[in-house]
């Protein structure tokens, strides 16, 4: 059975740092695409970033790109998401997820929530203005 569960989830100030963590077990981590969603009151769950492969491919949202970095540790089963210049519209449910998918990956496909099979409980990301 797989599993997914995210840390560091706090109270920030905007202009902040915060770096959420997430232990993945159960799976050959290396066949998943590692994923992060967030989640705010009252709106759909969006796509934050992807990484897969040795670490090497990634993609950001737009949203987040130039502020969120995100970073897996193969031997670890392990991935990241380092936030800087945290905004008050990034506060948010953020969840982590696993995607086990084949053939040619592109940002339409790592992206889709729907291909994602393992979800998180997922941590709260609060960025006070």
């Known amino acids: 059975q797989a599993q997914l569960v995210e840390s560091g989830g706090r109270l920030v100030q905007t202009g902040g740092s915060l770096r959420l963590s997430c232990a993945a077990s159960?799976?050959?981590?290396?066949?998943?695409?590692m994923g992060w969603f967030r989640q705010a009151p009252g709106k759909e769950r969006e796509f934050v970033a992807a990484?897969?492969?040795?670490?090497?491919?990634?993609y950001l949202a737009e949203s987040v790109k130039g502020r969120f970095t995100i970073s897996r540790d193969n031997a670890k089963n392990t991935v990241s998401l380092q936030m800087n210049s945290l905004k008050p519209e990034d506060t948010a449910v953020y969840l982590c997820a696993a995607a086990h998918l084949v053939g040619v990956l592109t940002a339409e496909v790592v992206s889709q929530t729907a291909n994602y099979g393992y979800w998180g409980q997922g941590t709260q990301v609060t960025v006070s203005s």
């Open positions: 990484n897969w492969g040795s670490g090497a491919n990634t």
């Open positions: 159960g799976l050959t981590f290396t066949s998943y695409v």
